[in-house]
């Protein structure tokens, strides 16, 4: 793999592309920075061998030009607290000011640019557009492993223009290689843990996974669908009526694969989706009209920690229940200090990007596991076998623009 190692980026500009696609509160606070801090080693790499440094990432979804909510200004503090050390701005990722900012530059500066989907050309791959963010540096170097299922311009199509000078920045390298460590070399027993929202999100992830995984747990929003489809009551509990015959048909795949596919026992109701909604436990598929199953049930949490326990190799996608609201967190922590406990017995576990991230670090446990993923979709699109244009780019041995 062509990562930064392989060259020394003394008197060099390097344009890295990163994730800093960070949540910031009302006030602008970061609330997660594990994306930003995972491109630290990246950064110092190439300014210890004597080279500049150029950041440009996108912030959120701006929907029409440039935006002071989705403004990269607002992390260039926290990011010089991180790198110890001034960060330049640029408040314009091309153009004149982004280019005399990029030529001043001195060995050891780094220059952090506005937010590439101010222009819409960003996300629509635009190779005019990448040119000119290409001009900006002298060797590419992709490290934003989040996006990397995007084919936009800062991502992909720049690549053409350093056919002899892109690499793979650390954090994409160790994202790859753990990724590859769980797909290719997991150690049994392997169990996944598939929780969240919808069931549509995750159906080519579960179906691969079926192929590989001896447990398969699932948990979350998405449970409900399954409990619907054995005939169950789930009042108004999230359910996708339209992935009822395929959540039947993974149950049956699980058998014939013999995947051990354990769904909630129990679950906790509320009268309401709110932080002060009366609760109750129940049965699975015994839920009353007007309630709603918000996070597993005791017996579940502990059924679902043996099997973790239990595990020496782990993945975890997807929270068990409403975890953002304390009374609805019990089912994601009881799974977190199983997936801890099974990490101190030597188990290697993955954690999915963005909410199981959020929680796993809510409960204060991202350094007992063993890695924190930094992808949310990129994730999930690399482990169902797809290939992320990102990471394709720096690969492809184009000698060019097309
Ligand atoms: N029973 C439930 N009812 C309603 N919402 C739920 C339930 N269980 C979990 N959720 C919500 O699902 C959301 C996360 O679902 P989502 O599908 O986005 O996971 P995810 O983002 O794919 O996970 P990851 O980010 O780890 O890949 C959380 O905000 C959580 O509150
Ligand atoms: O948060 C993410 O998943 C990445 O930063 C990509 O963002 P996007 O889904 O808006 O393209």
């Not at 290689?177 to 598939?194: D, G, V």
């Not at 509320?270 to 007007?290: E, N």
Request: net charge negative; glycine share 10%; charged share 25%.
């Amino acid at each position: 793999m062509n990562t930064i190692d392989f060259l020394n980026f003394s008197g060099k500009k390097a344009l890295i592309r990163v994730d800093f696609n960070v949540p910031l509160d009302d006030h602008f606070n970061i609330t997660d920075d594990n994306r930003m801090v995972g491109a630290v080693p990246t950064i110092e790499k190439i300014l210890k061998d004597g080279g500049s440094v150029i950041l440009m990432s996108h912030l959120g979804r701006p929907k029409d030009g440039p935006d002071d909510k989705y403004s990269l200004r607002h992390i260039v503090k926290h990011l010089a607290i991180l790198l110890n050390r001034d960060v330049h701005f640029a408040p314009d990722c091309i153009g004149e000011d982004a280019i005399a900012k990029s030529k001043a530059l001195k060995s050891g500066e780094v220059l952090l640019l506005e937010n590439l989907r101010f222009y819409k050309e960003e996300e629509k791959g635009d190779e005019a557009f990448a040119k000119k963010l290409a001009q900006l540096g002298d060797v590419y170097v992709n490290d934003a492993f989040g996006t990397a299922h995007r084919a936009h311009a800062s991502t992909a199509i720049i690549a053409k223009f350093f056919p002899d000078a892109k690499y793979f920045g650390y954090l994409m390298a160790g994202e790859l290689a753990n990724a590859e460590k769980i797909l290719n070399h997991a150690e049994r027993p392997f169990t996944a843990i598939m929780g969240g929202a919808k069931v549509s999100d995750k159906i080519l992830l579960i179906e691969k996974l079926l192929e590989k995984v001896d447990n398969l747990i699932i948990g979350g929003g998405m449970a409900y669908t399954f409990a619907k489809a054995q005939g169950g009551q789930i009042g108004t509990s999230l359910c996708e009526d339209d992935k009822m015959a395929l959540a039947l048909e993974l149950m049956e795949k699980a058998k014939q694969k013999k995947v051990n596919l354990i769904l909630p026992v129990d679950t906790i109701i509320a009268d309401a989706f709110s932080p002060d909604a009366k609760t109750a436990v129940v049965k699975t598929g015994t839920i009353p009209s007007d309630w709603m199953g918000l996070d597993i049930g005791p017996e579940t949490a502990k059924l679902f920690s043996e099997v973790i326990k239990n595990s020496k190799t782990i993945l975890w996608n997807g929270p068990m229940g409403v975890f953002e609201m304390d009374k609805f967190e019990v089912g994601t922590k009881a799974v977190a200090v199983a997936v801890v406990e099974a990490t101190k017995n030597g188990a290697f576990s993955l954690i999915g990007g963005g909410d199981s991230a959020a929680a796993v670090s809510k409960f204060g446990f991202e350094d007992q596991v063993s890695y924190v993923s930094t992808g949310g979709g990129a994730l999930l699109e690399y482990m169902e076998g797809k290939e992320l244009p990102g990471v394709k780019a720096i690969y492809h041995s184009g000698s060019g623009p097309e």
